[in-house]
C-alpha cells in the first residue's frame, strides 16, 4: 500500500496544513510520497525531508515568523503592474529571499520522502509534475498566483500557479502509484465579517474558493478508484488568505481538527469545501470595504 499526502495551496491559510501535519503524526500517519501546489508545495518540500517532531517544530515557527511583506510587499512595481509596465504586482524577490534562507533541500530529488511540485503552464494551459531540479525554481513557480507574481522558467518552460488547473492534484498522486490519498486542503475564508477591500485581498480569496471547490470535485470524482481521505479544514475561517498574522490560531485550529476527524474514523465529508455560508457575526451582512 502506497500512501501520498497532497496539500493543496491557498496563500496565508497554508498554515491550517501545519497543524493537520502534526495530528497526522500524532497518530502515526506518514506518506510515501509528497505532491504540494502553490504553498502547499513549501509546506510539502519541508516535510520531505522529515516528519518528525522538531522538522513540524521549525516549520511551526517559520510560519508563524512568516508576515505579509515577506510574501506580498507593496512598491512601485505594484503601480507599475496595474499600469501594464510589468507582468506582475508583487515583487517576487522577497519571497524568493525567505524561501531560500529556509528550505534546506537543493533538489527535488534529494529529498528523504519523494516530493512532487504542481505548476502551470503558462503557454499550454496544462498542469505539469515537477519531479526533479532546483527546489526554489519549483515551490515559487507553483505559487506564482497570475497576475500577482510573475512566471518563473523552469527548463525552458514558463510556469505559473499550479492551483489555476490542479490545486489538490490528486490524479497526480494516482499516478505515482498511491493507493490512499490524504488531502490536505487549506479551507477558504468562509466568515469574513467585510468583503475583501484591495485587489490583492478580492483575488486571493476568489482563487481559494474557486481552488477549494474544484478539490470538492476532484474528491468525487476519483472516490471510487483510490481510497481518499480529505482531512477537514477548520469551519468557519474569518481570516482572509492575504492576512499572515493569524498563522498561530490557525496552526491551533487544524491541528484540533485534524485531531477530532482521525478519533472518529476519518469520515468522508467535504461539504465545508464547497461554497456556504454562516450568520453574521453581528447581525449585519458583510459590506464591501474602500
Not at 509528497?34 to 509546506?43: L, P
Request: some cysteine; overall charge neutral.
Amino acid at each position: 500500500m502506497t500512501t501520498a499526502f497532497v496539500l493543496s495551496g491557498g496563500a496565508s491559510l497554508g498554515a491550517v496544513q501545519v497543524g493537520m501535519l502534526q495530528a497526522l503524526t500524532d497518530a502515526g500517519v506518514r506518506p510515501d510520497v509528497v505532491v504540494g501546489t502553490s504553498v502547499g508545495a513549501v509546506n510539502a518540500v519541508w516535510i520531505a525531508e522529515s516528519m518528525d517532531g522538531p522538522r513540524l517544530e521549525q516549520l511551526e515557527s517559520l510560519w508563524t515568523a512568516l508576515r505579509r511583506s515577506d510574501v506580498f510587499p507593496t512598491g512601485a512595481r505594484s503601480v507599475l503592474g496595474l499600469l501594464g509596465r510589468r507582468a506582475a504586482i508583487v515583487d517576487p524577490a522577497p519571497l524568493r529571499r525567505f524561501l531560500g534562507r529556509h528550505l534546506s533541500i537543493e533538489r527535488l530529488e534529494n529529498a528523504a520522502t519523494p516530493v512532487h511540485v504542481v505548476v502551470t503552464d503558462v503557454l499550454s494551459g496544462r498542469d505539469v509534475l515537477l519531479s526533479r531540479g532546483l527546489v526554489l525554481d519549483a515551490v515559487l513557480a507553483s505559487a506564482s498566483i497570475p497576475g500577482v507574481f510573475p512566471p518563473v522558467v523552469v527548463d525552458g518552460r514558463v510556469c505559473m500557479d499550479g492551483g489555476v488547473v490542479n490545486n489538490a492534484a490528486v490524479t497526480h498522486a494516482i499516478a505515482l502509484g498511491a493507493t490512499t490519498v490524504y488531502v490536505l486542503p487549506t479551507g477558504w475564508s468562509c466568515s469574513l465579517g467585510d468583503v475583501p477591500k484591495n485587489a490583492l485581498g478580492m483575488a486571493l480569496h476568489g482563487l481559494t474558493v474557486l481552488i477549494q471547490h474544484r478539490l470538492a470535485d476532484d474528491v468525487e470524482h476519483y472516490s471510487d478508484s483510490v481510497d481518499i481521505r480529505v482531512v477537514p479544514p477548520p469551519c468557519p475561517i474569518r481570516v482572509g488568505p492575504a492576512d499572515f498574522s493569524q498563522a498561530r490560531a490557525l496552526i491551533d485550529d487544524g491541528r484540533a481538527v485534524a485531531a477530532r476527524w482521525l478519533e472518529h474514523g476519518a469520515p468522508v465529508d467535504i461539504g465545508k469545501l464547497r461554497p456556504h455560508e454562516h450568520p453574521p457575526r453581528d447581525g449585519r451582512r458583510a459590506t464591501v470595504m474602500s
